[in-house]
């Protein structure tokens, strides 16, 4: 089975300009998930769609960060224009949401975003 | 929301030692608790899992503890290998309600 996939694996842009990350989930997973990774520290969660419908975006920051997974599959998400504390690894993972919950989340290897 | 505090950020042990990492979260609401490892520069996967309904899962060298009373939940490794070096995340959600919410990290050091 094929885990999560994203692209590019690494990116370097200068400040103010934009940049996508694009990511592929897991087969069946309805629930797909968008993090933040700073270097040493825990992921944090930007986005989370179930389907095609983005449920929980409270940390995403809406004035230049925007996301979309149009047909519920693979989601792209956008940061226009980037600034300097965007450097970061953007991690995306996926799940299986049933009624009974969440099942585990698997992440891919992440797009690490370097703005100079 | 929920908060997750992880200690020691940093653990180094000799090949063989056992490792332990604790976490504690806020939410007593909260009913799964991961454990991720991630290696330099690569995902993290998880290695172990544990849900409310149980104080105890092992698997291998592996184990896991939870203390619902106490909100806190703890990561054991018996007889590491240079392999386990990483850094170790635990999380913790309501399952259905809530998505994870991660701890800052331990890295962890095994020694030949």
């Known amino acids: 089975e094929a885990g999560v996939v994203q692209s590019p694996r690494y990116k370097i842009i200068e400040k103010k300009q934009p940049v996508a990350f694009w990511c592929n989930p897991i087969?069946?997973?309805?629930?797909l998930y968008w993090y933040l990774q700073n270097l040493g520290q825990g992921p944090e969660l930007l986005i989370r769609y179930e389907n095609e419908e983005a449920v929980d975006d409270s940390q995403l920051p809406k004035d230049r960060f925007s996301a979309e997974r149009l047909k519920g599959v693979d989601s792209t998400l956008k940061i226009q224009p980037a600034e300097l504390g965007d450097s970061a690894v953007y991690l995306c993972?996926?799940?299986?949401?049933?009624?009974?919950?969440?099942?585990?989340?698997?992440f891919g290897p992440g797009t690490r975003l370097l703005v100079l | 929301g929920e908060n997750v505090e992880q200690h020691p950020s940093t653990l180094s042990v000799q090949e063989g030692d056992s490792a332990v990492i604790k976490c504690t979260y806020s939410?007593?609401?909260?009913?799964?608790f991961p454990w991720y490892k991630q290696e330099l520069g690569k995902r993290p996967q998880l290695i172990i899992d544990i849900r409310s309904n149980v104080g105890e899962k092992k698997d291998q060298r592996i184990a896991v503890t939870l203390n619902k009373t106490a909100k806190h939940f703890s990561l054991h490794i018996t007889e590491t290998q240079p392999e386990d070096s990483a850094v170790y995340f635990c999380?913790?959600?309501?399952?259905?309600?809530?998505?994870?919410?991660f701890g800052k990290g331990t890295m962890l050091l095994v020694s030949p």
């Open positions: 939410d007593s609401a909260s009913n799964y």
């Open positions: 999380a913790a959600s309501r399952m259905g309600y809530s998505t994870l919410t």
């Open positions: 087969s069946g997973h309805n629930t």
């Open positions: 993972a996926s799940s299986l949401t049933s009624l009974a919950g969440e099942e585990t989340q698997y």
